[in-house]
């Protein structure tokens, strides 16, 4: 018995141990690499209801009694007015709403870059303004614009209305105009975003 302590003993022991050291100056000049954050990403609006469904008390539209948000297979079945999502904003205080509303489908992307750039007079070209402009040697932000957007049956509508939610009572709606992707944009370019001020 002993000895089988002995050796599970001596295998913990064994364990190799690593504590962090600092890279000096020079050992980090010999490391190449690049700076910046390659992203991908995808938005899909919940096609079977939020966290207010047909099932849940005061989810009726008071002005008709009729179930406001579903699922999108109730919405189909005409048992809910509508299943996307909403965002809406009064601009004015005593005002009337703005909103997107029954937005549905996904939008992906990939290939978002953000790094940081030095501007070079030399090699970049803005049209020989960059000492006009006082950028010359400046760094930026730059944001390279996605490959491609891609649209999965994206959908809503742009509406005003009385009242921020359509189970307020006395909530009108008018739909101003509907919009409805499905398929992709090619993008190019880049975005810079330049520092203002003094660090």
Same mark, same amino acid.
């Given at each position: ?28 000049? !010999?490391?190449? %690499? ?12 919940? /096609?079977? =209801?939020? @966290? ?72 970049? !070209?803005?049209? %020989? ?12 932000? /730059?944001? =390279?614009? @996605? ?53």
């Amino acid at each position: 018995m002993t000895s089988k302590w002995m050796a599970l003993s001596f295998v913990f022991i064994s364990l190799p141990v690593f504590a962090m050291e600092e890279i000096s100056d020079a050992s980090l000049a !010999d490391v190449s %690499g690049q700076n910046g954050v390659y992203l991908s990403g995808e938005l899909i609006m919940n /096609e079977t =209801g939020g @966290p207010l469904t047909s099932a849940d008390a005061g989810n009726v539209d008071p002005n008709d009694a009729s179930v406001v948000w579903g699922t999108c297979a109730e919405q189909q079945a005409a048992t809910a007015d509508r299943c996307g999502a909403r965002m809406a904003v009064q601009p004015n205080e005593n005002g009337g709403w703005i909103a997107l509303d029954d937005m549905k489908g996904g939008i992906s992307f990939e290939g978002l870059t953000i790094k940081s750039r030095v501007i070079d007079s030399a090699s970049d !070209d803005f049209g %020989g303004d960059e000492a006009e402009a006082g950028i010359d040697g400046m760094t930026v932000l /730059e944001i =390279g614009l @996605p490959e491609k957007l891609k649209f999965d049956h994206f959908s809503y509508s742009v509406v005003t209305s009385s009242q921020a939610r359509p189970t307020d009572a006395g909530y009108q709606q008018q739909v101003r105009h509907g919009i409805d992707f499905n398929g992709s944009v090619n993008m190019q370019g880049n975005l810079l975003v330049f520092p203002t001020g003094n660090p």
